[in-house]
Nanobody
């Protein structure tokens, strides 16, 4: 399994970035997908996730109304559109894939341990 994240960079507060994650080596539509972020010295935390066919999404309160997750199963990609960025959004962002044999709500899959495969991370830096 390979998850290749891209789209990070340096942006001023209030700006936008679109992160993209290209997946290969897995049956993409069998996996829920998520974006996590991590700052040095802190735990990796979920930002947003999306169900296998995109019918459901989960978004943490701190980014609601600013970040939007989407996926394209034909292209095997998952995107995170980030608007109105704030300095506190600065982190390394990781995409991840979560497989479950039984139906499982996205709200119950918010820990890194709930995700099976990870991309390499992309740095997002928001300047004030």
């Amino acid at each position: 399994v390979q998850l290749q994240a891209s789209g990070g960079g340096l942006v001023q507060a209030g700006g936008s970035l679109n992160l993209s994650c290209a997946a290969s080596g897995l049956t993409f539509s069998s996996y829920a997908m998520g974006w996590f972020r991590q700052v040095p010295g802190k735990e990796r935390r979920i930002v947003s996730s999306i169900s296998k066919f995109g019918g459901s999404t989960y978004v943490v309160d701190s980014v609601k109304g600013r970040f939007t997750i989407s996926r394209d199963n034909a292209r095997q990609t998952v995107n995170l559109q980030m608007n109105s960025l704030k300095p506190e959004d600065t982190a390394v962002y990781y995409c991840a894939a979560s497989f479950s044999r039984v139906p499982k709500s996205l709200s119950t899959r918010t820990s890194p341990q709930d995700f099976d495969d990870w991309g390499q991370g992309t740095q997002v830096t928001v300047s004030s």
